[in-house]
């Protein structure tokens, strides 16, 4: 398994955008699909993006798409979300996970998913 950190969340307001970053400990995590979930209050966590092991293939919820971008830097064990134009609806906490099942007809299922981060919060204010 990896361990996986997130940081860059925050309070912004309606049409801002945010960073996300995701650290991640250990040589074998180039072999891993990368995703990132959200969890609002009283709600499942939900799908927000997938990118595959080579960064050749990424995947998005209906939601986000069109508005935010998932990237990945192998070199440095780190997976980003860029999410521009956001909404008070994008208000969550949000999560990345790492999978080492790199298909991409199951990343949209969290339970594909090995490892977790701790979570970070994204406010976004109307």
């Known amino acids: 398994q990896v361990q996986l950190v997130e940081s860059g969340g925050g309070l912004v307001q309606a049409g801002g955008s945010l960073r996300l970053s995701c650290a991640a400990s250990?040589?074998?995590?180039?072999?891993?699909?990368m995703g990132w979930f959200r969890q609002a209050p009283g709600k499942e966590r939900e799908f927000v993006a997938a990118?595959?092991?080579?960064?050749?293939?990424?995947y998005y919820a209906d939601s986000v798409k069109g508005r935010f971008t998932i990237s990945r830097d192998n070199a440095k064990n780190t997976v980003y979300l860029q999410m521009n134009s956001l909404k008070p609806e994008d208000t969550a906490v949000y999560y990345c996970?790492?999978?080492?099942?790199?298909?991409?007809?199951?990343?949209?299922?969290?339970?594909?998913?090995?490892?977790w981060g701790q979570g970070t919060q994204v406010t976004v204010s109307s």
């Open positions: 990118i595959i092991w080579s960064g050749g293939g990424t």
């Open positions: 996970a790492a999978s080492r099942n790199n298909n991409y007809l199951t990343l949209r299922n969290r339970y594909e998913y090995d490892s």
């Open positions: 250990g040589r074998t995590f180039v072999r891993y699909a």
